[in-house]
């Protein structure tokens, strides 16, 4: 949490920015107690994780937005495949920034 992959840049892994997925994620907290459970955690335990649906079985519950994770990629495969496989990426890359 709250780095941005120096290890992967330097590895030459390519970057995808963290702006990737839908929607905001929450991390989710009971009345009265101190940790922070992750939407998956939660979901586990409730049958969903949307902060909504949490709220209308919970409505004193705590949460608060997680931060999102840079992401990179690497590619383990020939040349020939990595060219193919970069022409069919969902997402662009981006430079490091």
Not at 55 to 64: N, Q, V
Request: with cysteine; charged share 30%.
């Amino acid at each position: 949490m709250n780095h941005k992959g120096i290890i992967y840049r330097a590895s030459n892994w390519l970057y995808q920015g963290n702006e990737i997925g839908t929607g905001d994620a929450y991390m989710y907290r009971y009345p009265n107690t101190e940790n922070w459970l992750s939407d998956r955690a939660i979901g586990e335990q409730l049958g969903t994780n949307g902060l909504k649906a949490v709220l209308s079985k919970i409505p004193d519950m705590e949460y608060k937005r997680k931060l999102r994770k840079h992401r990179y990629i690497y590619f383990l495969c020939s040349k020939k495949e990595k060219k193919r496989l970069m022409g069919e990426l969902k997402h662009p890359l981006l430079s490091y920034g």
